[in-house]
């Protein structure tokens, strides 16, 4: 199988360090540019000490971000980079011939009028929107093989839209009302050095924040609404809470059948299991949960896996969904080379078990 | 103001834990006796490091568990028993001439019936339901005047009552459909020697448990029925999150009135906050926040402060409300004591600021 | 008892927080100004909503530091500002005959020599240096009653003096070849916005820094030397660890006397007790360990206690001395108003119990 | 190369589940059998969740431990089992045939005496003290090429050992006065129910225990008598910090040189620089830190790498070594492992980066 140069822009976040673990040891990607302002000139031994023992960890070194050089370099390039900053490199890498996978919200949404309303900034780049594929690859592998941009997903989406699309396509659960409780690890915030994120303020603390419009809404809402062939608006509240990784989802669902009853509720639990295992038995990372386990980020962090379980409540007539996932993995660099690659014809978990 | 003598049955978990530090400070109650069977015959010293500082932290001395002794040596007795142990004490207790404040479930529900469906064993002394007193200071005040058996509320309760009765009473709120969703600091599960909760499990964890069905649901539901004046079902998924301390509820709720535009949600606003402000202005334990402030576990832990924050949604047509508590002193040591000052006529802030 | 008008000169960092608190709820200190430069005009409850339940949180406001406007207002002034910085307010509140209690290291040493050798620059008011009391209340106490400049001690060298001068004076330990293992929580580096001291770089890490030769070894050493009648150089090696709070100090010292066969130890170890004894016993806030017990910062952390606890090894023939205690309390605020307490003729455990 | 067949006896600790993890995942290892007597009859799914995805994980079920079932099914067997038990199976596992490697301290030590005084019962195998090897392939990489039992060294140990036993050889370091402190994670107390190891007993703590005599002791100072040529006798103390994983040691040293001026710490440097670098540069498993880099656990927690880093300081005359590992993967299952890729002829570093 044919190696692929890849490089990665923006190397020195918690993403960009989770990808640069990735790509180092993956078998058939050759890491060969990492980009970062403020660590340009050091090695990867020197910036990420844990990775020191890699040989590569002692010649490469970062470089200041640089499209053009890039494009000579690499054959796909991610982009772990702000909002709105993403855009300016994808215009010249896509342009130049690499493939470019980017982790940031740029070309996650359809339109670039509701990009707008959440970024609070005109789309740069709107042409590209219609082009870009969202790199789930639970839900899109075909267009992802396809693909040249690849939107890669937000963290919290991915633990909504995993445990929630199935059953929206399968019509077992109504698409009015829905209610996404998450709680995510401190890293979520990114490796930027803020007062609200420091040791003292974020252990023994548990908070919420972003009530009620988190920017992350709008392409969860954009994904639910292909799914149910219809306009879905959800409740969303995510919580801060004192782990490095991991993404807790809690979903509050209204079934279209009545569960009231035991008979009711037991044909209803065979028709959510059938469309789970119809969607997920044969997906190497979601793992759906059996008997009375219920998710726990510790299981999952440090994997490429989103855990799933579900919960009928005949009291309340409700579905209860639940989603564990490490955010810097499945909610982020994991997807990201899983969905590079199904676009490079490599074996799906290559570099990700 | 005359000093009342004071007992702590069950004295050496978290809740007694509290309950010995908040007592022996009180300047208008004398620590008496405490109990433990584990620990008998050593003092508070020995089992407390902390606490021996303190005079008294030398010479009182952990006893067996003994109802006719401790009505000899206490006005006042504390019981921080399991659920169903509790029970076998309140009685001599109360036939003894004691007042009893009970920290656990055995007389927070009026009907022997619903307390069999959630603690699977019948109620112990089913005669003495009618008589207690649900000790929520904010509700029952003037009933706690009167009580001689507080059956103190649980701490997943006190987080989503206060929140909710005062909106349920003034009709703001559908009492159907509600939704709460809480984490809670690990100290709510005891202290007992459980592999499940380790440090090497909790830490680096979050979790759902008890889903869908947790045995709090009685009294709350059974209070918000009050309440409401209608019956009501809850939605309620607690989750185990690593803090010590600290309950952060989120309340997802349905508004009797429009708030989808402007002019509807800022006049329902208006009426939220004459609740509350009606209800909890001028209550010395009730935060309510104001501006962009959210409720986070690390403003209340160590405090008998319930902080609440609520926010309309025009998006969803909610209101989301927001509770954060220290589950070990407003949610359980603290509050009991706050009863306790109020019905031996004590000022109700007594050793609690 | 006379109440004292009291500022708090920066008072938005971690032991400035601690301050207010301590201050807030002292029985005879009346709160007048705290001062911010960010936070200037905001009131106490929008800068720490943990205070909001108190009155004066509503009220008081921050204020841009002005040190003529603060001595009208007050009559003790509290520093707790950076290095450097305190004495550009000190020289000019003493002036105006304000008594000034410096958290920083100002005026802790005595030579302006050692002082530029530590911390890089000269020294801001080399004449106040000879003015300025240590302000360790188990150790000078008489000077503290007449201070007018208090330089309230460091937190490493708190839970390193406590334990060791007893034993220093006593002549029961050498002088040469002392060794400060010492273990602090993430407040001790302050709040600043740094990558270092950011959630996800603290939690799940342990790690020693600044070695060999960290800036507290000056007043540590000055200190040691006085008490010992001759120079004193030691080794100290601080580490980081995930708590909030906390220092926990191991002592590797060489007895006097031979404590390799158990006569020797025995007899030694009623030697160090009774020098223990003779300089703690009746101190508010050194707690002697006794019979198995060893110091934990969970068992001081919110007090103002030092624990202390030794043990003789007969097999490498050295005593091993053991100290906890809360950084931002003992090892900062509490200490700076255990002093205000002693220098104002308040009781001397007035706010801190 | 040919697979081996691997069995681990006790497999639901701590450093089981690190095992099952290193060795579901190894290129030349088939997992044949795991046992636990409280687990037998679940599959490695239930028991575990995170190694769900693992296809193995739905059929390998945990059994009874049975030494000749084993020896049938197995050609190396690893024993995570308590000290004292290890012995009782590895006797008829070796008789058997089989390659036994034991992570108890079973059979660390060369003298049953020495056993006896530390853990306090007889050796129930003393002849077999003779035929082990002490598994830290960095010192005994021929002699474990030709074991048939292995020794598995503890994760004190080998954090102490590894910074410790070059200096020694090379003459550099004095082998009197020698000082470990030494930090842990909480998962080195072992997966047991008892209340000191619950969240809320760790959590916000920093402790000392066992002090002075810990039973690490006895092979720490076994090994360094033989490094040294001489009995070595040191001073240890280990402490419990908040973290799930990682070891971090601080070693007070005494130069055989004097290093009290900079011409004689230049020079010492140099000396310590090249006796490390003899020992450890092409050592895939030891990192030796260069600059200003100190070691971190979080750096290694994960990996089978022990960091090192040393500092001469003047003032004192003394060297400061510090080291970190993962207590349960350098500092047990992975240099477990890493004594199996030795011992069958793999690559060292198989299944293990």
Redesign the interface.
């Known amino acids: 199988m044919k190696t692929k140069k890849v490089a990665i822009v923006g190397a020195s976040g918690?993403s960009g360090e989770v990808l640069v673990q990735l790509l180092l040891?993956h078998p058939h990607a050759e890491l060969v540019a990492v980009t970062s302002r403020q660590n340009a000139g050091q090695t990867l031994a020197?910036v990420f000490?844990?990775f020191?023992?890699h040989p590569k960890s002692k010649t490469l070194r970062f470089t200041e971000p640089d499209a053009p050089a890039l494009a000579k370099l690499a054959d796909v390039v991610f982009l772990a980079l702000p909002h709105g900053v993403a855009a300016e490199y994808a215009v010249p890498l896509l342009a130049a011939g690499c493939t470019v996978i980017d982790l940031s919200a740029d070309f996650r949404l359809k339109s670039a009028a509701v990009y707008q309303e959440f970024y609070a900034h005109a789309h740069p780049a709107p042409d590209l929107l219609s082009k870009s594929v969202y790199g789930l690859p639970e839900i899109y592998r075909d267009e992802i093989k396809r693909a040249r941009l690849i939107a890669s997903p937000g963290c919290y989406p991915t633990s909504i839209l995993l445990p929630l699309i199935p059953l929206l396509k399968a019509g077992l659960v109504q698409p009015d009302?829905i209610?996404a409780?998450s709680?995510s690890?401190?890293?979520g915030a990114g490796?930027?050095?803020?007062?609200d994120?420091?040791?003292?303020?974020?252990?023994?603390?548990?908070?919420?924040?972003g009530?009620?419009?988190h920017r992350h809404l709008s392409e969860i809402e954009e994904q639910l609404s292909l799914a149910a062939g219809t306009n879905v608006?959800?409740?969303f509240?995510p919580?801060l809470?004192?782990?490095?990784?991991?993404i807790?989802t809690?979903l509050?669902l209204a079934p279209t059948e009545r569960v009231c009853d035991a008979a009711g509720a037991a044909q209803f639990a065979e028709k959510i299991s059938a469309a789970y295992h119809s969607a997920y038995a044969s997906e190497?990372?979601v793992?759906l949960?059996e008997?009375k386990?219920?998710?726990?980020?510790?299981?999952?962090?440090?994997?490429n896996?989103c855990?799933i379980a579900w919960?009928?409540?005949p009291?309340?007539g409700?579905l209860?969904g639940?989603s564990?996932e490490d955010n810097l993995v499945k909610g982020a660099s994991g997807q990201a080379v899983q969905s590079m690659n199904i676009l490079c014809g490599f074996p799906e978990t290559a570099g990700l078990?």
Do not use: W
């Open positions: 918690y040891n020197q000490p844990k020191a023992s009302g209610i409780d709680l690890g401190v890293s490796r930027k050095a803020e007062l994120y420091l040791f003292c303020e974020c252990n023994e603390s548990v908070r919420p924040y009530v009620p419009k608006t959800i409740q509240t919580h809470i004192p782990v490095n990784r991991g807790l809690t509050y190497p990372f793992r949960l008997g386990a219920l998710p726990d980020t510790k299981n999952v962090v440090g994997t896996v855990e919960r009928i409540d009291r309340t409700r209860i639940m564990a078990v």
